[in-house]
Each structure stands twice: as C-alpha cells, then as structure tokens.
C-alpha cells in the first residue's frame, strides 16, 4: 500500500533542469517530482515536460508538492512511470492529486501500459480522463484539491505495468499533486465500504472511481473541555462540506450557535464533532423547548443525524464516487473512529405567534465513558411574519406516490412543510377498447382522485404537471411521427380530451399535459414533440407543455406551449425572454438532489429558490424528485445514474429521513418569501403619502436589487458562480440584510 511521507528533495541537478525550463516561475527549492509505489518512491521520466512551476497543497494536515501546468505559459505535463511488477488476476490501483482554475481541453489523462514477461506491450488502459469544454462563452473547470484512486484487475499473461500522464490544458491552470502506483485498491476499499452494491459486487469496484475532498488546512487546537470529551466540537452551517475525514475551519468554531430567523420559519443547526481519539459511541441530547424573557417557545425540535454514503461526485450518472452525508436520518449511539466526523442537523420550528425575543437551549454531546459537552444555542425571533406563499411562484416537486395513501400523505405534508405546493405526476388514466376507441381507467382514477383529495387537504392547488408518454404505448400508436395517420391522431385527441374533461368533473387540480421529455436528445423525439404538442396547442382548454433542455429546442418548441419547463442550463435572458415574450409561463427544472452537476449541498441550494429565481425572470421551478430511485435508496452506485431523493424512505415512525439539499431548499423558499413580503412592502412604502416614507422605501427597493443583481442571471453563470465565487453562506447574509429591511419598513409604516 502507499507509503506515508511526501516526496523527497529535488537533487541539484534536476532542480536546476527543472528551473531552465520555459516558463518556470517558481523561485526556491522544489520537491523532485515522484511516483509512490509499493517499494519506496521512484523518480517520473518528465522528458517533454514544459512551462511548469512547482506549488504545495495540504492533505491530512501534511504540506505536499504539486506541479502547475498553465495553459497562458504554454504548460504542458508528460509523465511515464517506472515498471511495476504486478500479478495476474489481483489489482492495481493509481492514485493521484488534482486542481483545476477555468481549466478547458485536455485537464487530465491517465492511462496504464501492461507488458509480458518479456517486456512487450500487451495493452494500453485508460484509466482516467478529464476534458472540459474549449468554447469562447465557456467558463472553464474550476474544482479544489481532490484526490482520485482508480483501480484495475490484471488481465493474465501481465507481468508488469507503467502509468502515463498527460496533463495539457488549452485555457486555465490544473495542478497535479501527489501519485501512487501500487499492488491493491488503496482509498477505493475503504469508500467501497459505504456502498452495499460494491459490497455485493466488489468486480464493479474496477469501473468506478474513488475520490475524496482534501482538507484545505490543519484541524484546529481542540479546548481543555474538549480534550476532556474526546470530542472537538464545530458549526458546519446548513451541511456544507460534510465529509467524513474533512477538518473544521477556524470560523466553524463557535461557542453558540445562533440563529436569526422571522416567524414562520425554522431555526436549523448544523454542527459536528471529530473524534480525537477512538469513541465507542456518541449520542446527543437537547434541551426542549428553548426559553427566554417571554416565556417557553412553542415548538417541537427534530433531531438528525448526517450518514455517510458512497455518492457520484462528478453527476448524476458519473462513476466517480466518494463519501459525503448524503441523508439526515434519526440519530442513534454510534462508533467513530480516531480523526472521523459525525455531522448533526436540528431544526427548531419557529410558530408564527411566537412572541419576538431571545431563545436560549442547550445541546449536550457525549461520547460513552467521558465527559460531557454542553453547547449553548439561541433563537433571535424576528417581529417579521412571513407570508404563507411565495406570491405567484409555484415551487413543485416531481412525485412518483407509492401505492400506500398514507404513505402519501406523509409525503404530502412533509412536501408542504418544506414550502412545496406542486407536484407534477406521470402516468395517464385511458386505455383503448377492443374496438379502437379510448375509454377510462376507474383503477386509476381512484388512485389519482384520493391522490388529489391529500393534495387539496396540504393545499397543493397549483395546476398539475401530467406526464402522458405512456400514451403511446396504451393506444398502440407508433413509435415514429412520420408513421401517424389521421385516425392515430384523432385517437391521441379523443383520449387527451377525455382525461382533461374527467379532472374537470373530479375536481382535481387542473391538468397540464406533458407528451415527451427532453426531445432533444434524440431527432425521433423531437419529430415526436413537434407532432403531439402541435395536437395540444390545436385543441381549446388544453395545456401543453414540455421539459426541453437545450435554448435550440425552447426556440423550436415556443410556439406550441402554453407553460415550458428549461433544465437550468437552458436558463438565459435570451430563453426568458423568448418564452414570456410570447406570454408562456416559463419554469426551470433541476436534479436537486445529490446531483453534483448542480451542487450537493444545502447551502447551494438554498440559494436556487431564494435569489436566482427571482433573478432570472423565470415563474417558478420544478425539482427532480421527491423519491427516484434504483434498487437500494441509500446506495448511489446501484443504478445507471444515482438516485435522487429529496427524502429518503424511512421506518415507523418517521417514515421519511430528509436529505441536506431538501432542507436547504426549505430555507431558500423562507428566503423567497422574505423577498415576495420585501417587495410587497417597499410598493406600499413608495406608495405613501409622507416623502420619508416614500424615500425609505425607494432606497430599500434598491438595496434589494442590488441583492437580486449580484447573482447571474443565467444557469450556467450562477452554477458556477455558487460554487467558485461567492461565499458559501451569502444566502444567510442576505436574508439577515433584508430583514433588517422589512423591519424598518414596517416602523415606517406603523406595523411595529
């Protein structure tokens, strides 16, 4: 296995080599640049090796070296390993260290050569390739330091292997740490762990990656109370970073935590604790309810505790995988190893009758056989009511309800709860006679009309999204456009026309038909979207609309929709203002959760809902999904694509364990409604008679703006900007910012 150290000093001849090369900035001594194997470190073959400079990252709390390849000085790395004898049938891994700034083009490839016995080449692997796109409006790849391990079982008649590197970036800058080449799975064992699909299948362990976050820094000086606990005790606000071996920062340590928070919201507290030496278990407690000045606050705390999961880290259908708290589920007394995190979440409910004051608690962390950990937390409750919608937004959630109704009703009132009041549904309710026609599916019916009684009870009145492709199965109609006849699409009509009319007379929640998904990822769909969204827009009272994630199609497709649904990548002033230039209500839809295409934390996605639809001009967003999922919920890596779940199914008698992405949503949706109220009070305050009144509000509609208008006003810009350039909890800034908007304008206008 690897051995622990970093790399051994450059001798004065290759480090004068290195320093003559062009375009070589760094001054100073410089680490000889090696590759870690079984037996000891052996020096690369870096012949071709250009325009480098020499840099330090940290991993484990240890200084280690890394290279820069930059693409503005013509920087281009090639590496070739010594051989390494390996045996047939067991394996191999290559490990390496990876930073990327704007990087486009060829970040990265490794690939592994495998020789005979007698040294001929047998095979040529690759083993890991990174390439970023190289077009003028692209951002770039900006990623921290992560560490990748990717594994290979030796094919027979293998001897010996060599990894090769090439990192050669066209725009930007990418750093190479760290390199090991050795016999065995390295850090993939030790995240296989957390996976029961790698468990069962440990061959699909070679066609995965491992990867894992380094820590930035060294983890701080633990207190004498914490010596004392064997705990060193953090804040990591609304989950961000939660990895099992990740250090707190200096600002995630506090004495109390505090929250500040209007009625009607929820107080979370996101904190964690890291073993200073081997626990046998930890368990925590709180003190229920808070108090202060006006007595007990009314509410019923929820107690969470983070698990850790093997989850993709590069998308939703990546083989790149690590460890990170991927759902909050009920807390319970559990080992932790020496160095290890154990991350919690508390929501306290904050009643919208709550008298305005300081609430103080107290948590209480314990690890078994020592001394106990006493937290302090406090409530700052707000003279602010949250209004119970978000105004004209519709905020919804693809659901898939299990047969169970009270199930679903769980889901429901936890769907409200979070501020959701949509739920597109898939699956029609026709089917064809024998004699051709279309007739109605009671089965169904009855299943969709107690579905739509729950939602009329949790007030999910928005109209509903209907997802109909299985039509075309259900009628026998052709899988190509250019088949249809005119009976074909009499029948598509008949039976459209005939659900519509039945959720009319039911009572439900009016329907907006859905006919194909994403038809731009295949020319058959797109003929097939343009032929029964053309029936739709031709037959009065009925609502197409289509999830399209490309700008081409939205241009394509426009005309025939009354309601579009643009993946955020789709997002633009320009699809804007296409689509309501033609009066379409006009939504976007995203893998929220765990899908680190578009961020794979709370804190990211609070800032979704709070700030970039308001931003973006768009009418409301729709969630990609409340349970989706293949074979085990709680292993990502069992499926062609992970499984998405902003709750996860649970025992009796939770049910449902949330995951950090869902509450964050939750907060990003408070934030939403603090702006719809903001708004509402600034035109009242514009509106006034007195000119103080009139000016306060015209000024805090401009800070407000200014607010909305530091965010990008398109997908592709405010991803990246969420994750590279602004500070983490800029949502938590801003909120505070704006209530100390609303309160003043509530004194102005006599409401305090």
């Known amino acids: 296995m690897i051995k622990p150290g970093g790399f051994v000093l450059l001798a004065a001849a290759l480090y004068t080599a290195l320093l003559s090369l062009s375009g070589c900035r760094k001054a100073g001594p410089v680490s000889e640049w090696m590759l870690q194997t079984d037996s000891g470190p052996a020096a690369w073959d870096t012949s071709g090796t250009v325009s480098v400079s ?7 709390g240890e200084r280690k070296d890394a290279l820069l390849a930059d693409a503005a000085s013509g920087a281009v790395l090639r590496l070739a390993g010594p051989m390494i004898q390996v045996t047939p049938g067991k394996t191999v891994s290559f490990r390496f260290a990876l930073r990327s700034e704007r990087g486009m083009g060829a970040l990265f490839e490794a690939r592994l050569e495998l020789f005979d016995e007698a040294g001929a080449l047998k095979a040529d692997s690759l083993l890991y390739n990174i390439n970023a796109s190289v077009a003028e409006d692209a951002l770039g790849m900006t990623r921290p330091w992560r560490c990748y391990t990717r594994a290979l079982k030796i094919p027979s008649n293998t001897a010996a292997a060599r990894a090769v590197v090439l990192v050669h970036p066209a725009k930007g800058k990418v750093w190479l740490g760290e390199t090991a080449l050795v016999n065995g799975e390295d850090w993939m064992a030790y995240a296989a762990t957390f996976s029961s699909h790698l468990g069962r299948k440990p061959e699909d362990k070679y066609v995965y990656t491992a990867g894992r976050i380094i820590e930035s820094q060294p983890a701080p000086q633990p207190g004498e109370k914490e010596i004392e606990a064997g705990l060193l005790f953090f804040e990591r606000k609304e989950l961000v970073g939660a990895w099992p071996y990740a250090n ?49 606050l009314k509410t019923k705390p929820a107690l969470y505790q983070g698990r850790y999961a093997a989850t993709r880290l590069e998308g939703s259908w990546s083989k790149v995988f690590g460890i990170r708290t991927r759902l909050l589920e009920g807390p319970s007394v559990k080992p932790l190893p020496k160095g290890e995190n154990l991350f919690f979440w508390l929501d306290v409910p904050v009643d919208a009758n709550a008298a305005p004051g300081t609430y103080e608690g107290q948590l209480t962390i314990q ?22 919608a978000p105004g004209d937004y519709t905020l919804g959630v693809y659901y898939y309800p299990p047969d169970d109704p009270a199930l679903i009703e769980v889901h429901l009132k936890d769907m409200a709860a979070h501020g959701i009041h949509s739920v597109p549904l898939a699956g029609s309710f026709v089917e064809k006679t024998p004699a051709g026609n279309v007739r109605l599916d009671y089965t169904r019916i009855r299943q969709l009309d107690s579905l739509m009684a729950l939602m009329r009870k949790y007030g999910f009145y928005r ?47 009016k329907l907006m038909f859905f006919p194909v998904d994403e038809p731009a990822n295949n020319p058959e769909h797109m003929k097939l979207a343009h032929l029964t969204l053309g029936l739709l827009r031709s037959m009065k009272e009925i609502t197409p609309l289509c999830d399209l994630n490309t700008p081409s199609s939205v241009e394509a497709l426009a005309p025939y929709l009354d309601l579009v ?27 929220a959760f765990g ?17 970039f639809l308001p931003r973006s ?32 199914p649970a025992p009796a008698p939770d049910y449902i364990w949330p995951s950090p992405e869902w509450q964050g949503i939750r907060r990003g949706i408070e934030d939403l409604r603090l702006v719809v109220l903001a708004r509402e009070l600034i035109s009242r305050c514009k509106a006034h008679e007195e000119e103080s009144v009139s000016r ?53 206008l006599k409401e305090i």
């Not at 990008?712 to 949502?731: A, F, M, R």
Request: with cysteine.
């Open 54 to 60: 020499g840099e330090t990252y940290l991993d484990r």
């Open 248 to 296: 707190p920062r200096d600002i995630d340590r506090v004495k109390a935590l505090d929250e500040r928070v209007p009625r009607g919201a929820v107080a979370p507290f996101a904190f964690g604790v890291k073993a200073l030496e081997e626990i046998s278990g930890v368990e925590v407690s709180v003190s229920v309810p808070p108090a202060g000045e006006n007595g007990e």
């Open 367 to 388: 690890a078994s056989g020592r001394t106990p950990l006493k937290v302090p937390f406090r409530i700052e409750v707000c003279p602010v009511d949250l209004p119970s």
């Open 463 to 509: 109209p509903t999204s209907f997802y109909v492709a299985d039509l075309i199965r259900k009628l026998e109609l052709p899988a190509h456009a250019d088949d249809w006849t005119e009976q074909h699409k009499n029948l598509y009509q008949s039976a459209v026309r005939l659900m519509d009319d039945t959720a009319r007379q039911w009572g439900w929640c």
């Open 565 to 591: 649904v643009m993946q955020i990548s789709s997002v633009s002033p320009n699809t804007v203002s296409l689509t309501k230039g033609r009066g379409i209500k006009t939504f976007f839809y995203l893998p």
């Open 595 to 611: 899908s680190s295409d578009v961020g794979s934390d709370a804190a990211y996605h609070r800032s979704i809902p709070a700030w």
């Open 617 to 648: 001009g768009t009418d409301g967003i729709y969630y990609f999904a409340y349970q989706s999922v293949t074979g085990d919920p709680y292993d990502e890596l069992d499926g062609a694509n992970r499984d998405w779940c902003a709750a996860y």
């Open 696 to 748: 306060l509000g015209a000024e805090a509609g401009g800070r407000l703006e200014a607010i909305l208008n530091s965010v990008k006003p398109s997908g592709p810009e405010v991803i990246y900007q969420l994750h590279n350039e602004l500070e983490t909890h800029i949502s938590e800034k801003w909120r505070q910012e704006l209530l100390d908007e609303v309160i003043r304008l509530r004194k102005a």
